[in-house]
């Protein structure tokens, strides 16, 4: 099951509506998954730095596309809800630190998503100027780390 997991955490745009693990809900189970922000890992020298994401404007909220599903687990029979994040290539922004990025999707976009009627098309990357970055502690990778621990998103010198 682990490997299963590690492999369907997200929705590549470009192979959503084909993958047999997806194409299901994208027929039929949209949903909006809000964030303050993200993180991506850079490879360095020094190992794996990560970077923060937020909107450049300050708002406390990113939407981005997803998918949602039920299935039963085989071995309990128990309902389980899932679900996914949609991602896409990366803008310029996101492009120095990693090769992909959620699909964030603006208010706007919000129903025609939800209700179907946008299809691949609305499955791009976010404009550059919608997003800020900079470099965190690489305490985030680590599961001691508090979950709401406001120093995990603080700036730091990046590694080289």
Known sequence: MKELRASTFNARA????TKPFFRDAFKRNHC??????YYEWQNTPDGKQPWYFTARDGSPILTAAGLWDTWHNSETGELLFSCTMIITEPNSIVAGVHDRMPVLLTENQFEPWLNGEAGLGILQPAHSDLLRRWPVSKRVNSSKAPTDDASLIETVAAST
């Open 32 to 37: 909006l998954i809000p964030m303050s922000g």
């Open 14 to 17: 470009e192979t959503v509506e």
